[in-house]
């Protein structure tokens, strides 16, 4: 008795931690929210001084106590963004800063209220009316708290402590070539739900049957066989399904007459999804995407990724983007470029990136910050890394334009890696079944042979891999003795090469950081490209120069990795035209359709 009681609570106990991973409200924009984005106070304690006190918020009653710090008082931060780009002291801070915002809430009868987080890098603790309502680890991903319990009618406030210190045991981990911006980096929303709501659904083509509409919805505070209808009416469909104990209902349902997602055709259908008491409203497009030997098949069709490789960073600000109109400026460049495909690089971006590539027919590659060498042996570290998979997959699984997850980039070929890994991957693919996963990996060059023979490609769909000829390994001008050894009999993706340039400094094409040597490097790399059996796509590094600690050389870097084919202040570099003019080839010989 005593037993199964303890093994009932065990049961409980990890549904929770599995459900907990992954407990978003799907689609939160399109629900009734309250909106929190605006000015919050802040307050930066290096020291964790306000650990005991700050979660209260307390306020000066008499004129002898002693509180050793005042949000009102203190100065205010934008939210969305982050804290690095809006106070010169903040542009290296690594540590705790606080958060504090007033809200006003007309407490309505009968609704669950719920506190949801687009992003905070990257630990997160949060309180309402000086009560925790929770915390969360992981820098780039959604999260949300249930804070009915906690919230009164009329005023109420929000405390959040946000803390950027990089760890070995994080991932990503404590070495990492991109700005480790620090605070509340996405929008802040009070979800106002009705008891049993729609928490979650997934809507898209069957893997390899472009006749079926396959996913699931999920109800929350369910009761079992609770009808729901999913209705597509543009393509005529309607459907009724009925919820199991666990308020789960799987879809199923004939699709003919669908017009399929594209790049050249981005389709999209409004998809209902209605309950006794709650209703959604999301744009889905509908595609399939699968390989076939070496070959990528967008609905059916070969296709050749024209990519370029993205960090989630605003150039103009620089800062991480705020706003959508930021997002569609870096899409739009990518675009120009002739782009079909985007490399979101290394970590999850601004949700509105993948939406607006839904709408622009942008195909993504989308990664978890599993960036070099971290903490293989650590648990924790495999878990963290899991629960950022698991909820970019959430977040994003609805999403035309994704068709890839990749599980990590440069990850040194060792048994610890190794396990960790396999293990990733394996979770990718029971996540979602209608994507491919991929990583970045790392190959080795000897007689100038670039050898890929890296165990973790044979639990990917795409092989694919950085290389740097022409910058960190030989120089631009005997590039052409290099030759590529693929053990894969896969497709590839080349997922980063290039080289850097300061736009405006100009030399001969052996001058290091001069536009001619970037563009050399370019030019005879698309020769390269001709070469290699099985490539189905590039993602050159990278499309915008993007800030990073790790580059010191004062002349041209300046603490901004120039690998950008675009400089900070949006000036197209010559190697800019080169891709340009390789891609245009590239879409002659390949169709989108
Ligand atoms: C890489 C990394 C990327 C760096 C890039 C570089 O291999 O994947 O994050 O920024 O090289 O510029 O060296």
Known sequence: MK????????????????????????????????????????????????????YKNMEQQFKSDLIEYDFAESPTLNVPGDWNSQNDQLLFYEGTVWYEHDLNVSLQQGKKYFLYFKAANYEAVVYVNGQKAGEHKGGFTPFQFNVTMLLHDGNNFVVVKVNNTRRK?????????????????????????????????KIQLSKRDNKNI???????????????????????????IVTNDSGYAVINIPAKNLHYWSPKHPILYDVFIESANDTVKEKIGFRTIETKGK????????????????????????????????????LLWAKELNCNFIRMAHYPHNESEARLSDSLGILLWEEVPVY?????????TYDIAQQQLSELVARDKNRSSVIIWSIGNETPATDAREKFMEKLADHAHSLDNTRLVSAALLGHINNDTFHLDDR??????????????????????????YKFKIDYDKPIIITETGGGALAGFHGDEATR????????????????????????????????????????????????????????????KKAFYVLKAFYNEMEKKYSDK
């Not at 994080?170 to 928490?199: C, H, K, R």
């Not at 296709?303 to 400026?329: K, Q, S, T, V, Y």
Request: glycine content about 8%; aromatic content about 12%.
């Open 169 to 201: 045991g994080s991932v990503p981990t404590e070495n990492f070539d991109w700005w480790n911006y620090g605070g509340i980096t996405g929008d802040v929303v009070l979800a106002v739900m009705p008891q049993i709501y729609i928490s979650d659904y």
């Open 456 to 481: 973790l490609g044979k639990k990917l769909d795409v092989v694919s891999f950085n290389e740097y000829i022409g910058w960190y390994v030989g120089l631009p001008n005997e590039m052409s003795k």
């Open 372 to 380: 070099w060498s971290i903490d293989w042996e650590n648990p924790s």
């Open 214 to 240: 396959n996913g699931f919805v999920q109800l929350e505070g369910h009761q079992p066989g609770q009808k729901i209808t999913v209705r597509i009416p543009e393509a005529n469909i309607r459907t009724t």
């Open 3 to 54: 037993k199964s009681f303890f093994f009932l609570i065990t049961c409980c106990v990890v549904l929770t931690v599995a459900k907990a991973q992954v407990d978003i409200i799907q689609n939160i924009d399109a629900r009734t929210i309250q909106n929190l984005d605006g000015r919050w106070h802040y307050i930066i304690d290096p020291y964790e001084t306000g650990n005991n006190s700050f």
């Open 513 to 572: 950081f001069s536009e001619e040597f970037q563009k050399t490097i370019y030019k005879n790399q698309v020769k390269l490209f001709a070469d290699i059996d099985g490539l189905r796509g590039t993602t050159p590094w990278i499309l915008v120069d993007f800030r990073s600690p790790k580059r010191l050389n004062p002349a041209y870097q300046d603490y901004w990795n120039r690998k950008g084919l675009i400089s900070e202040t949006g000036q197209k």
């Open 295 to 330: 070959d990528i098949l967008l609905n059916g069709k070969s296709i050749f990724l024209r990519g370029i490789c993205m960090h989630d960073e605003d150039p103009f600000i620089p800062g991480r983007p705020r706003n959508i109109a930021e997002c569609r400026m870096m």
